[in-house]
C-alpha cells in the first residue's frame, strides 16, 4: 500500500499549528494537520487569551479576509484601566503600572481560545484529521519524512512540523536532552460570570478594571475581565455561540459566549499544601484551601474568589522550557509551546505561536514559489522563531519573579 505524501505534515491542532495550516492553505501549499484528541478541553481552554500585536499580526497574513473579519468581531473586550489594592482594599500607588509597551496598546483585546479555535478550525475539512497520536518519525533516503502513528498509520511530508504543545513528542525524538524546568510556582484561578458578580454585589473595582490585590505580605491575586458581544457570533454561522464539543462537561468554565470576571494566584511550592494533596482536589476543595490563607483579606475581595464557579478552579504547576537550544535545520522542525513553551506571565505564549506560523508560512512561500533553497527555508524560519521565542521565555520568567516574588523570593528562581 501507498504511504500517503503531503508537502508539509503539522502534528497538533492548537493555535500555532492550525494558523499555519490555515496560512499554507492560503498560499496554495499542501498541508495535513494530525491532532490526538478530537476536543480539546485541557483546562487553559476554558479561559480567554490576551492578544497582542504580533499575534494581530500573523492572523491578518495567515487567515482569509472573511475568517480575519470573524477574528476582529468576536474578540473580547479586557479592562483598560489598572488599579493596585492591598488586603484592605487600600488604593496604592504604582509606577510600575505606567510604563507600557509596544505590544500593550492592545491590552483591551482578549479572544476567547474556544472561539478561536472555531475560527481556525473553519475550512480545514480534508485537512484536519483527530484521532491520529504521533508516534515517531524517520527520515527517509531522499530527505523527506515519514510520520507513524499509534493507529498503524504513517504520512510522508517534505517538511514535517512539530506543533504538538509543551510536551512535544516530536520534540522528544528531535531534542531528547532538552528538558523543561518546574519553575515551583503553583498556580489557581477562577471565574465568575459578570451576571453572577452583579446579583453578588461584586464591587465595581474587581470587574471594571486591572485590579491587582498586593498584600503586604504573602502572594497577590491578579483580576480582569473578560466581555463577549454575544450578536458577534450570530453574523458568522460557522462559529458555534457554545462549541458544542464541550456540551457534557458540567459546569460555565468551557463556555465561550458569556462575560466574566476571573483572577489567579500564584504561590511557591508548598505554601498552599503539597502537590500530591493540592493535585486530588476539585474546585471547591481548592477554593476553601485559597479561602485558608487568605481569609483576612477584606470580605469584599473574598467574596469574589467565594463566589467563584468551582467548575473554573483548577491546580497548576507552572513549567518553562529552557531557552536556548540549538539544532541543525533538517526536514523536521519546531512551533510554539513545542519548542519555547513559558509561563503565562506577560501573556505571550499563543501569541508567540501564532507569530511562529507567521514567520514560517513567510519562508515556505519563499521556498515553494519564489525558488529560495528549502533548507536554507527552514534555517531561517528557525533562527527567527528561536530569536523571539526564547527571549519571550526569559521575559516570562522575569515577569513570575517580579510578580510573584513581589514580598517573599521564590524558592525555584534562583536556579533559573
Same mark, same amino acid.
Given at each position: 500500500?501507498?504511504?500517503?505524501?503531503?508537502?508539509?505534515?503539522?502534528?497538533?491542532?492548537?493555535?500555532?499549528?492550525l494558523?499555519?495550516?490555515?496560512?499554507?492553505?492560503?498560499?496554495?501549499?499542501?498541508?495535513?494537520?494530525?491532532?490526538?484528541d478530537?476536543?480539546?478541553?485541557?483546562?487553559?481552554?476554558?479561559?480567554?487569551?490576551?492578544?497582542?500585536?504580533?499575534?494581530?499580526?500573523?492572523?491578518?497574513?495567515?487567515?482569509?479576509?472573511?475568517?480575519?473579519?470573524?477574528?476582529?468581531?468576536?474578540?473580547?473586550?479586557?479592562?483598560?484601566?489598572?488599579?493596585?489594592?492591598?488586603?484592605?482594599f487600600?488604593?496604592?500607588?504604582?509606577?510600575?503600572?505606567?510604563?507600557?509597551?509596544?505590544?500593550?496598546?492592545?491590552i483591551?483585546?482578549?479572544?476567547?481560545?474556544?472561539?478561536?479555535?472555531?475560527?481556525?478550525?473553519?475550512?480545514?475539512?480534508?485537512?484536519?484529521?483527530?484521532?491520529?497520536?504521533?508516534?515517531?518519525?524517520?527520515?527517509?533516503?531522499d530527505?523527506?519524512?515519514?510520520? =507513524?502513528?499509534? @493507529?498503524? $498509520? #504513517?504520512?510522508?511530508?517534505?517538511?514535517?512540523v *512539530?506543533?504538538?504543545?509543551? !510536551?512535544? /513528542?516530536?520534540?522528544?525524538?528531535?531534542?531528547?536532552?532538552?528538558?523543561?524546568?518546574?519553575?515551583?510556582?503553583?498556580?489557581?484561578?477562577?471565574?465568575?460570570?459578570?451576571d453572577?458578580?452583579?446579583?453578588?454585589g461584586?464591587?465595581?473595582?474587581?470587574?471594571?478594571?486591572?485590579?491587582?490585590?498586593?498584600?503586604?505580605?504573602?502572594?497577590?491575586?491578579?483580576?480582569?475581565? =473578560?466581555?463577549v @458581544?454575544? $450578536? #458577534?457570533?450570530?453574523?458568522?454561522?460557522?462559529? *458555534?455561540?457554545?462549541?458544542? !464539543?464541550? /456540551?457534557?462537561?458540567?459546569?460555565?468554565?468551557?463556555?465561550?459566549?458569556?462575560?466574566?470576571t476571573?483572577?489567579?494566584?500564584?504561590?511557591?511550592?508548598?505554601?498552599?499544601?503539597?502537590?500530591?494533596?493540592?493535585?486530588?482536589?476539585?474546585?471547591?476543595?481548592?477554593?476553601e484551601?485559597?479561602?485558608?490563607?487568605?481569609?483576612?483579606?477584606?470580605a469584599?475581595i473574598l467574596?469574589?474568589?467565594?463566589?467563584?464557579?468551582?467548575?473554573?478552579v483548577?491546580?497548576?504547576?507552572?513549567?518553562?522550557?529552557?531557552?536556548? /537550544?540549538?539544532?541543525?535545520?533538517?526536514?523536521?522542525?519546531l512551533?510554539?509551546?513545542a519548542?519555547?513553551?513559558?509561563?503565562?506571565?506577560?501573556?505571550?505564549?499563543?501569541?508567540?505561536?501564532?507569530?511562529?506560523?507567521?514567520?514560517?508560512?513567510?519562508?515556505?512561500?519563499?521556498?515553494?514559489?519564489?525558488g529560495?533553497?528549502?533548507?536554507?527555508?527552514?534555517?531561517?524560519?528557525?533562527?527567527a522563531?528561536?530569536?523571539?521565542g526564547?527571549?519571550?521565555?526569559?521575559?516570562?520568567?522575569?515577569?513570575?519573579?517580579?510578580?510573584?516574588?513581589?514580598?517573599?523570593?521564590?524558592?525555584?528562581?534562583?536556579?533559573?
Amino acid at each position: 500500500m501507498t504511504t500517503p505524501f503531503v508537502d508539509v505534515a503539522i502534528i497538533g491542532g492548537g493555535p500555532g499549528g492550525l494558523a499555519l495550516a490555515q496560512g499554507l492553505k492560503k498560499n496554495g501549499i499542501d498541508t495535513a494537520v494530525f491532532e490526538r484528541d478530537p476536543i480539546r478541553a485541557d483546562y487553559v481552554q476554558g479561559f480567554r487569551m490576551r492578544i497582542r500585536q504580533r499575534g494581530i499580526d500573523a492572523l491578518q497574513a495567515n487567515l482569509p479576509p472573511h475568517l480575519f473579519q470573524a477574528f476582529l468581531d468576536t474578540l473580547g473586550l479586557a479592562p483598560t484601566e489598572n488599579l493596585v489594592l492591598n488586603e484592605t482594599f487600600q488604593r496604592l500607588e504604582d509606577a510600575s503600572q505606567r510604563s507600557g509597551e509596544p505590544e500593550d496598546t492592545h491590552i483591551e483585546k482578549s479572544v476567547s481560545r474556544i472561539t478561536l479555535r472555531q475560527i481556525l478550525l473553519s475550512g480545514l475539512d480534508g485537512v484536519f484529521h483527530t484521532g491520529k497520536r504521533f508516534e515517531r518519525y524517520e527520515t527517509l533516503p531522499d530527505s523527506t519524512v515519514l510520520a =507513524h502513528f499509534s @493507529d498503524g $498509520s #504513517a504520512i510522508r511530508a517534505n517538511l514535517l512540523v *512539530g506543533a504538538d504543545g509543551a !510536551g512535544s /513528542a516530536v520534540r522528544r525524538q528531535l531534542l531528547p536532552d532538552l528538558k523543561s524546568i518546574d519553575t515551583g510556582v503553583r498556580r489557581l484561578a477562577g471565574k465568575i460570570t459578570l451576571d453572577a458578580a452583579a446579583r453578588h454585589g461584586i464591587s465595581p473595582l474587581l470587574t471594571e478594571f486591572n485590579a491587582t490585590i498586593r498584600p503586604r505580605d504573602g502572594r497577590g491575586l491578579m483580576i480582569t475581565s =473578560h466581555r463577549v @458581544d454575544p $450578536s #458577534a457570533y450570530a453574523r458568522h454561522d460557522f462559529i *458555534g455561540t457554545e462549541d458544542p !464539543g464541550h /456540551a457534557d462537561i458540567p459546569g460555565f468554565h468551557f463556555n465561550n459566549s458569556t462575560s466574566y470576571t476571573w483572577w489567579n494566584t500564584a504561590y511557591d511550592t508548598d505554601e498552599l499544601g503539597p502537590d500530591d494533596v493540592l493535585e486530588t482536589l476539585d474546585g471547591a476543595a481548592l477554593l476553601e484551601a485559597l479561602l485558608g490563607r487568605i481569609g483576612h483579606w477584606d470580605a469584599r475581595i473574598l467574596k469574589l474568589v467565594r463566589n467563584s464557579d468551582p467548575s473554573t478552579v483548577a491546580f497548576l504547576k507552572v513549567k518553562s522550557s529552557t531557552p536556548g /537550544a540549538t539544532w541543525q535545520s533538517g526536514p523536521v522542525t519546531l512551533l510554539g509551546d513545542a519548542i519555547h513553551a513559558m509561563t503565562y506571565f506577560r501573556a505571550l505564549g499563543g501569541n508567540t505561536a501564532l507569530y511562529d506560523a507567521g514567520l514560517l508560512v513567510r519562508e515556505l512561500v519563499a521556498a515553494r514559489r519564489h525558488g529560495k533553497p528549502p533548507l536554507a527555508a527552514v534555517e531561517d524560519y528557525e533562527n527567527a522563531m528561536r530569536e523571539h521565542g526564547y527571549e519571550a521565555v526569559r521575559s516570562s520568567l522575569s515577569a513570575m519573579q517580579r510578580n510573584v516574588g513581589v514580598n517573599r523570593p521564590l524558592k525555584a528562581l534562583a536556579a533559573l
